[in-house]
């Protein structure tokens, strides 16, 4: 089966007549006004991240020079593209220089963008997108549905077709087990493919890229494959790795309702491989940014983190997906890009101007106002805007709208009865104006004033209000292991605490076989415990191993906040052995499992070359109906152990 092309689809999808769309859209945003209820601070956090990406934007060449500087200096290529044919060239250059012939995808809207894809097919290049939502569309023939749900527009029934028709496999439709199709067909392609491609959310000038995923099938492409490049639009870049904490803030929690995403990913350093060092490049795509950059009205859509939050409440949107735009990116965002990034066009009437879209912005992009300037230059709108221009003259007057109002009633009758133009059937009997003196000459509404709405929380957004001092006051005050637990709870993962090799090796005992324990000073004395006992198991030193049950790992420390563990997993075998078992245990220092995001971001710069992986419990997958499958691409289940030597 060849999936480098889009061939013409089997499966039809008709824009407006599936609820698909506009229901996994509503889940988004449940998922987000649930977990906003925790965030007091969220109006200050995007306050926050507006003045960083403001003061990237303002110091764009400068960031950017220094970000080529630090790669450079650990061994990277970094490659500029000022379109993208200059894009797509400069990979097949570097495909050509490494003897590619397959490639694995992570998912990347920017290699969308460049149409990538396409490329390396006409070159020849096999590619598979490692992503289920984007394997889906790849398999359909379909453009991505959505920012970060591809398949979105898609119902499981249709997927389970899609697999039958291209990959020969006819099973059962509920999404665990479609999920559980596709990992089995694209997992052995990691080992098989010569490059891996990867998009890139946000980058700092000290040469720390910054890569979040749900399904661990990034975790795959970035590691194994010979050769890694990472793709990234220049506005991606950041002041400073410590701005990253209010992005991993922000970002998780709009786009798909969580606290962290199942693994964030800090690449600063070549990552090795049995075989020697892994070869990097990054390619730094304009495209259309640097003009938008220099538009003083348009620069900040620049800002944007490409969360999808502006999508999922869009009631454009949610009527065909991303299709109805005939864009890679769509919505509001899209609207505003357009003009800009090539191949430019003019969307901007796809909007109603309701302005959900600006409030649920996690940057604050002032998204209603700047569609509302593109119209203004927008020759889609030039009869609108004589048509609104006189409808404004006519109602910033009063006595010119109730002396013009019996002509227009009187015309609206026949106009109606005719079939007329929209709008005229709709008139009310009587007008708001005679309304009102009606009441009042019936002795109500004499006082009514117009008076803002309560604070509520409406669907897909949150106003706080109150002393956020005295709330965190009234709040109960949990032990950071408490609040770990917690976390780890909420993102299907477990807390346990033992002591000493002798009672670990006994827990151990139980997890699933064979047993595959990282070659780590704590787990040598486990090891032996494990071979008096006579349980199935191995020290991984330089060998990658085959697939196990139960890998063990020790980690570099815990953030309670998240539920997030952090894992050093740059070098060896240890890159590779947890992604491959059914369970993987993460042994947890007591005096690192207190860490705030701002520690582990300190801890991660203060790295060595190569990798660092934070796990918010394990690998995830909702690409299908929106519905949760674990163990996307990774192990089914993840336990935290809170480990202490004997004294």
Known sequence: MDVTTHPEPKIAFTLGRSPAVRVAAQRALMARDCLLGDYPLWEDWRRQARAIKTEALARLDEYLEELEAAVTAWGGRVLRARDAPEAN????????????????????????????????????????????GEFIVQLAGHPPAHLTAPALHLNRYQIAEIFAEHLGLRGSAEPESLARVATAYI?????EAQMGITGVNCAAPDGTLVLLENESNLRFTATLPKVHLALMGL?????????????????????????????????RGLKSQPRGQQAFYLVILDNGRRRLAADPDMAEALYCLRCGACLNICPIFQVGAAHLYGRVYPGAIGILLAPYLAPTGDICDLCTQCGACQEICPVGLRLTEKIRTLRRHSPRFRQLRLCSAAAGLVLSRPWWYRGLEPAWRALAGPVARHGGLPGFASLAPINFHRQLQARQVAGFGREYRHSPPPASREAGFSTFSGDKAADHDQREEVSPAAQLATRLQEAAA???QVRGPAALARHLAAAPPPLGLEDHPWLRPVATELGKMGVRHWLVRDDWAPEIGTAVTVALGAIPETGSVLVDSGRGPASVLPFRAKKHVLLVPRDRADLSLSQALALVQNRGPGLVSWLTGPSRTADIEKVLVLGAQGPMSLETILYQEED
């Open 187 to 191: 997992n052995p392609h990691f080992f």
């Open 89 to 132: 060239r400069l990979i097949l250059q570097v495909a050509r220089e490494h003897g590619v012939q397959e490639v694995v995808k992570a998912k990347s809207m920017t290699t969308e963008e460049i149409g990538l894809n396409a490329a390396l097919a006409a070159a020849g290049i096999w590619t598979l997108e490692t992503d289920l």
């Open 235 to 267: 506005e991606k870049i950041i002041p400073r790795l410590t701005d990253a904490e209010v992005i991993l803030r922000l970002l998780p929690a709009s786009a798909t309702g969580q606290r962290l995403t199942a693994l964030v990913h800090f690449i």
């Open 494 to 496: 477990s807390l346990q």
